[in-house]
C-alpha cells in the first residue's frame, strides 16, 4: 500500500561496498528486486468526496473490527492503530471539503435566487406577504389578549365562589361538631347536616374541577401567545438579519412608486393635451366664425399668457429642483445603507475579536488551573507516597520491637524471672 496507490512512486536502494554491511545490502537488492515488479495505475483525482468518505467509513470500520476482534489473541499492533487514526483524519479533511463545497454551492444557488426574485418582481410580493402575515399575527394575539382578559375574570370570580364555598363548609363542619360534641343532635337534624356537608363537598369538588379547567384554558392560551410571538419574532428577526433583503425590498417598493408616478403624469400630460387641443380646436371656430375680440379681452388674453409662462417656468425649476433632491436623497440613502453594512461588519468583527480575546483569557485561566491542579495532584502523589513510605518503616520498626519484646520475654523465661518480679522492674 505504502509503494503502489494512484502516485507515482520513486524508490532508491542505498548499498554499500563494505564487507561489514553484505548483508544489509543483500535485503536491500532483495527488497529492490521487488519493488520493480510492483506497477501503479494512475488515473486522474476527481472531486467525489461522497465515495471518498463511504470508502474511508469502510476502511475504519474494518480496522476497527481488527482491533476489536475478541478472538485476535495478539495485542494490536502500533500500525494498523496509526494507520486508523490517519483514516480518521483523512475522513475528517473529506468532510471539511464536502461543506466546504456544499457553503460555496448554496451561496451561488442563494445569489441566483436573489436575481431571479428582482428580475421577475416578486420581491414586493414577499414583503407585502411578511406584512400581511405579521398583520395576521396582530390581529390573533389581540384575540387572545382578549380572550385571556375574559378568561381571567371568570377564573377570579370562580376563585372567589370557591373560597366562598370553602369558608361556608368549613362552618357547617364545626357547626356539626359542636352539635355532636353536645350530644344533643337529633337523629334526622343530624342527617339533615350531613346531607347539607356532603351536598356542599359536591358543589365545592365541581367548582374546584370548574376552576382547573379555566387554569388549562389560560395555560393553552398563554402557550398559544407564545408561539404566535415567537412566530412574529422570527419574522422581524428575518427582516432585520437580512440587511441586504431588506435593502433589496425598499428598492423594488421605490421603483414600483416611481413607475406608477410616472404612468399618471403620462395619463395626466395626455389629458391635458387633448384638452388644449380642443380649446385650440374651439378657437379657431371662433376665428371662422369671424369673433372679435375687444382690446380689453386682449389684453387679458395676453395677461393670461405671461402668467401661464411663468408659472410654467417656476413649475420647471420646481421639477428640477425635486429631481436633484430625488438624486441627492438616493445617493445620500445608499451611501447610509454602505456606511451602515460596513458598521455591522466591523462591530460583527469586533465582537468576534472580543470573543476571541475572552476564548483565549478562558484558555490560559484554564490551562493556569489544570497546571495548579495538575501540580496538587503531584503533591498528593508524593504526599501519598511519603505517608505509605512512613507507615512501611513504623509497620516494620513495630514489628521489630514486637520481635524484640518477645525474644525478652522468652529470656526472662528460660532464666526463670517473671516479669512483674522486683529484680525485673528494676532492670
Known amino acids: 500500500e505504502s509503494f503502489g496507490g494512484n502516485c507515482q512512486t520513486f524508490f532508491i536502494a542505498?548499498?554499500?561496498?563494505?564487507?561489514?554491511?553484505?548483508?544489509?545490502?543483500?535485503?536491500?537488492?532483495?527488497?529492490?528486486?521487488?519493488?520493480?515488479?510492483?506497477?501503479?495505475?494512475?488515473?486522474?483525482?476527481?472531486?467525489?468526496?461522497?465515495?471518498?468518505?463511504?470508502?474511508?467509513?469502510?476502511?475504519?470500520?474494518?480496522?476497527?473490527?481488527?482491533?476489536?476482534?475478541?478472538?485476535?489473541?495478539?495485542?494490536?499492533?502500533?500500525?494498523?492503530?496509526?494507520?486508523?487514526?490517519?483514516?480518521?483524519?483523512?475522513?475528517?479533511?473529506?468532510?471539511?471539503?464536502?461543506?466546504?463545497?456544499?457553503?460555496?454551492?448554496?451561496?451561488?444557488?442563494?445569489?441566483?435566487?436573489?436575481?431571479?426574485?428582482?428580475?421577475?418582481?416578486?420581491?414586493?410580493?414577499?414583503?407585502?406577504?411578511?406584512?400581511?402575515?405579521?398583520?395576521?399575527?396582530?390581529?390573533?394575539?389581540?384575540?387572545?389578549?382578549?380572550?385571556?382578559?375574559?378568561?381571567?375574570?371568570?377564573?377570579?370570580?370562580?376563585?372567589?365562589?370557591?373560597?366562598?364555598?370553602?369558608?361556608?363548609?368549613?362552618?357547617?363542619?364545626?357547626?356539626?361538631?359542636?352539635?355532636?360534641?353536645?350530644?344533643?343532635?337529633?337523629?334526622?337534624?343530624?342527617?339533615?347536616?350531613?346531607?347539607?356537608?356532603?351536598?356542599?363537598k359536591d358543589r365545592l369538588k365541581q367548582e374546584n374541577d370548574n376552576l382547573k379547567k379555566i387554569k388549562h384554558q389560560l395555560k393553552e392560551n398563554q402557550e398559544k401567545q407564545k408561539v404566535e410571538k415567537e412566530e412574529a419574532k422570527s419574522q422581524t428577526s428575518f427582516l432585520k438579519g437580512n440587511t441586504e433583503l431588506r435593502q433589496r425590498l425598499q428598492s423594488e417598493q421605490r421603483e414600483r412608486y416611481e413607475k406608477d408616478n410616472a404612468a399618471t403624469l403620462v395619463e395626466e400630460a395626455d389629458r391635458i393635451k387633448m384638452e388644449s387641443d380642443q380649446e385650440k380646436a374651439d378657437l379657431q371656430l371662433k376665428g371662422a366664425e369671424g369673433t372679435v375680440y375687444s382690446t380689453e379681452q386682449g389684453v387679458a388674453l395676453e395677461m393670461e399668457i405671461v402668467e401661464l409662462k411663468a408659472e410654467r417656468s417656476v413649475m420647471s425649476l420646481k421639477i428640477q429642483a425635486l429631481e436633484n433632491e430625488k438624486k441627492r436623497q438616493q445617493s445620500d440613502l445608499e451611501l447610509a445603507y454602505k456606511q451602515h453594512k460596513e458598521e455591522t461588519e466591523i462591530q460583527q468583527l469586533q465582537n468576534f475579536q472580543t470573543f476571541r480575546n475572552y476564548r483565549a483569557?478562558?484558555?490560559?485561566?484554564?490551562?493556569?488551573?489544570?497546571?495548579?491542579?495538575?501540580?496538587?495532584?503531584?503533591?498528593?502523589?508524593?504526599?501519598?507516597?511519603?505517608?505509605?513510605?512512613?507507615?512501611?518503616?513504623?509497620?516494620?520498626?513495630?514489628?521489630?520491637?514486637?520481635?524484640?519484646?518477645?525474644?525478652?520475654?522468652?529470656?526472662?523465661?528460660?532464666?526463670?524471672?517473671r516479669l512483674d518480679s522486683p529484680d525485673v522492674l528494676a532492670t
Open 14 to 200: 542505498a548499498v554499500s561496498p563494505a564487507d561489514a554491511d553484505f548483508h544489509e545490502t543483500l535485503s536491500t537488492l532483495q527488497i529492490s528486486s521487488k519493488v520493480r515488479n510492483i506497477q501503479n495505475s494512475i488515473t486522474k483525482n476527481k472531486i467525489d468526496n461522497t465515495k471518498v468518505i463511504e470508502e474511508l467509513r469502510a476502511e475504519i470500520s474494518r480496522l476497527r473490527d481488527k482491533l476489536t476482534d475478541k478472538n485476535f489473541t495478539k495485542t494490536p499492533e502500533r500500525e494498523d492503530v496509526l494507520q486508523m487514526e490517519e483514516k480518521v483524519r483523512e475522513l475528517q479533511v473529506a468532510k471539511r471539503q464536502t461543506w466546504g463545497e456544499k457553503e460555496r454551492l448554496s451561496h451561488i444557488y442563494e445569489e441566483e435566487r436573489r436575481i431571479n426574485l428582482a428580475n421577475k418582481g416578486i420581491l414586493g410580493w414577499v414583503f407585502d406577504s411578511i406584512k400581511k402575515e405579521n398583520k395576521e399575527i396582530q390581529e390573533k394575539l389581540a384575540l387572545l389578549r382578549k380572550e385571556k382578559d375574559q378568561l381571567m375574570i371568570e377564573y377570579k370570580e370562580r376563585r372567589r365562589i370557591v373560597d366562598e364555598m370553602k369558608d361556608e363548609l368549613q362552618n357547617k363542619i364545626t357547626e356539626y361538631s359542636k352539635l355532636v360534641e353536645s350530644g344533643k343532635n337529633k337523629e334526622e337534624e343530624s342527617k339533615h347536616k350531613v346531607s347539607e356537608i356532603q351536598e356542599m
Open 361 to 417: 483569557v478562558f484558555e490560559e485561566q484554564k490551562s493556569a488551573i489544570e497546571q495548579r491542579y495538575r501540580s496538587l495532584l503531584e503533591e498528593a502523589i508524593q504526599d501519598a507516597v511519603f505517608l505509605s513510605a512512613t507507615n512501611q518503616d513504623l509497620m516494620f520498626e513495630n514489628q521489630q520491637l514486637k520481635q524484640d519484646m518477645a525474644e525478652i520475654k522468652d529470656k526472662l523465661t528460660m532464666s526463670g524471672l
